[in-house]
């Protein structure tokens, strides 16, 4: 019998979702925070501790958050990740699609050389630099901040002068910057993408934000779009390009033309439930259990 462990720091909504679709898989499901996990290498066994015990009978991880920390901290999450997968577990998403998604210059870069419409991006070292590159961009548009390995509409910024970089919360020193794209009224697209073997599944809504940020978690309004194949091809293609299975894909159009402005590898998907029919936990969960010839391996 197949038992997937969900990592996660909150048994909250997608969580009791997640949980429902598995049960009605007859799919065993375990919880625990990537914090409470560790790697042991004896000898030429490595092995995967959940509270300083082996994991033993786990056949499927579920990933629905990678807590941040130390540069240390992170790449033992992610190592953590990438062991359990090399031991033949299915992972969704994967350490590799996690990398080339939080990062989100590493994805501009991508999409970019790729052939997909990304806002103009800048990244710089500090804030006298960014000041000083900032003063000179301004003359043409504004710009929007957003931390790098941010998420949920969490510190972005929008630049309309010099001084708004003054007011930045930022202990990196390292600056994300892009051109802002303003849409009136303030809103962009999210589309959910669900990739398996058998057929891709999207779901599109259009975000309605009181100010520039327009994410569900901050006060957005979710508006269903029943099919746009330009929003729709755009996300198939990025999901396609990272090679990532299950993916949130954000897209404003602009000057009608669709520019990708983020991509999530650990997407939500309340908002996006609250206005279709559609069980899109069911969905994920389908997608996610179909992969085949897992070998069902212990972990010992």
Known sequence: MRKVLILTDNKGWHYNQLVNSFNQKNVIVESCNLTDMSISVIKENVQILLN?????????????????????????????LKALQSKGLNVMNTAENIELTVDKSLTS???????????????????????KL???????????????FGSQGKNIKKISNVSDIETIHNDTNVYYLQEFLETSPSHDYRVLVTKSKNKDKTHTMIRYGDSYINNYSKGGKCVEIKFDSDLTDIALSTAKILDIPFCGVDIIKYNNKNYVIEVNSIPAWKGLQSVIQDNISDEIVDA?????????????
């Open 109 to 131: 870069m991508k999409l970019k050389d790729n052939g997909i419409l990304t806002p103009n991006t800048w990244i710089t070292r500090g804030k006298n630099n960014t000041i």
């Open 288 to 300: 996610f259990l179909e992969i085949k010839n897992i070998k069902f391996a212990t972990l010992a």
């Open 52 to 80: 300083n015990k082996v994991i033993t009978d786990i056949t499927d991880v579920f990933v629905r958050h990678i807590p941040t920390g130390t540069l240390e901290e992170v790449v033992t999450n992610l190592n953590i």
């Open 134 to 148: 900032s003063a000179k961009l301004l003359d043409s548009h504004p710009l929007i901040y957003k931390p790098l």
